[in-house]
């Protein structure tokens, strides 16, 4: 069986930090791992729609944000395919065949559907487009057979509703669909990396977040005025580094080679927490070696990103190319589940004979 990867995002703002640990970076990864054999990046705006239907310049304007965000980080448009949701019209006719699948009350139980109602304070009137967002998830996966799913872990609950789809669509009209698999990031951290507030995840609709496009003096301005410990007032008291954001991100992108670089006097990360949990360490100074850490991180993903700020047109002839190709995958995958389904009417000259002789025999 072919090994296939598809992961998306929605252009509802600028990549962030969030997402280079989460997704972006493992995707970067397997790309070059040359183990895949086919390689789909979904810019979802249809997706995002559903939540943001009174606001679709937004969307508009971050389509192309997004790209320069694959791009700065290493995706490869000649090993993947990067596609815009809306143009590939057989993603919204697999989600009408997939809705007849699921239950109302299944896509009313999704943990992450519950949170982001909350959130985006949807309770008494939630858009039916956004309850089943999920469906459409699922028709993005199967429409290009994809194994393997590299996101975060608020995305495991759609990757469970993809395999009950599939599941249920192979039993009802015959194994056509391939079950994928979610991978997440090895490190727990960054399945979910928490916003500067220190709540909830970084989310681009919250606007909690440290933007791979943000300036040097932005990101150096955001870490400064970080939520740390709150009980940690004076230098020599002992500070908590559980639920304090700045390990979080410590945990997330320091390498052992930072501390050499920056912060000799400690070994690694065991080292400099030790010391903040005695006592004797100050706020300053870890956020000014985070502030190391993620220039040092950021600081080439900005050069890249200046490059292709400067060619748009050829960013818009990658994602017309990738689009083209990502929709011949779904037209075939389409064909093939409406076979299955036998509303194949006018690919399937059988179809047409049988009804005649359904008439001749009575
Ligand atoms: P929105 O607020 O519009 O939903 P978002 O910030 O949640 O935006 P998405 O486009 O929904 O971003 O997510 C794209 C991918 O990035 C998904 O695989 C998701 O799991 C991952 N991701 C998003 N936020 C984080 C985070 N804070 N930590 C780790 N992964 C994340
Ligand atoms: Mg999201």
């Known amino acids: 069986m072919k090994k296939i990867i598809l992961t998306g995002d929605r252009p509802t703002g600028r990549l962030h930090i969030g997402h280079y640990v989460g997704s972006l970076k493992k995707r970067v990864e397997l790309q070059n791992s040359g183990n ?30 997004i790209v320069l965000d694959y791009l700065a980080c290493g995706i490869d448009p000649s090993k993947t395919n990067i596609f815009v949701q809306s143009a590939v019209p057989e993603l919204t006719e697999l989600t009408f065949y997939y809705l007849n699948l699921v239950t109302v009350s299944r896509l009313e139980r999704n943990p992450t ?50 395999k009950e ?43 909690n977040c440290i933007y791979l496009s943000d300036s040097k003096e932005v990101i150096e301005k955001k870490i400064m005025s970080m939520f740390t410990d709150p009980t940690h007032l004076k230098i020599s008291d002992p500070g908590h580094t559980e639920n304090n954001p700045v ?13 050499t670089k920056y912060l000799p006097e400690y070994k690694n990360l065991d080292e400099l927490k030790d010391h903040y949990r005695k006592g004797g360490l100050g706020d300053m100074k870890i956020k000014r070696f985070l502030n190391d850490v993620m ?21 818009y002839q990658i994602i017309k190319e990738g689009t083209n190709k990502a929709r011949q995958k779904a037209i075939q995958t ?24 359904k008439f001749n025999q009575e």
């Open 165 to 207: 789809i599939v599941k249920s669509f192979n039993n009802t009209y015959g194994n056509t669909l391939v079950k994928p698999e979610a991978l997440l990031p090895e490190n727990e951290t960054c399945s979910r990396l928490p916003g500067l507030d220190g709540n909830a995840k970084m989310s681009k609709s919250l606007g």
């Open 295 to 315: 220039q040092d991180t950021i600081g080439p993903i900005r050069e890249k990103r200046n490059y292709w700020e400067k060619h748009i047109p050829e960013v």
């Open 334 to 357: 389409t064909n093939e589940v409406k076979a299955a389904m036998g509303i194949n009417y006018f690919e399937d000259e059988n179809w047409i004979k049988e009804q005649q002789e």
């Open 113 to 162: 559907v519950k949170d982001e109602i909350k959130l985006r304070g949807f309770q008494t009137s939630i858009p039916a487009g956004f309850l089943i967002y999920p469906v459409s998830q699922a028709a993005d996966i199967t429409a290009f057979k994809a194994t393997t799913v590299p996101v975060g872990e608020d995305q495991l609950p759609m990757i469970e509703q993809t």
């Open 36 to 65: 895949y054999d086919e390689i789909y990046i979904e810019i979802a705006d249809a997706q995002a729609l559903t939540d943001n239907a009174d606001n679709p310049e937004k969307i508009r304007q971050n389509v192309i944000e």
């Open 247 to 259: 390990f979080t991100y410590l945990d997330a992108f320091c390498k052992d080679e930072h501390f």
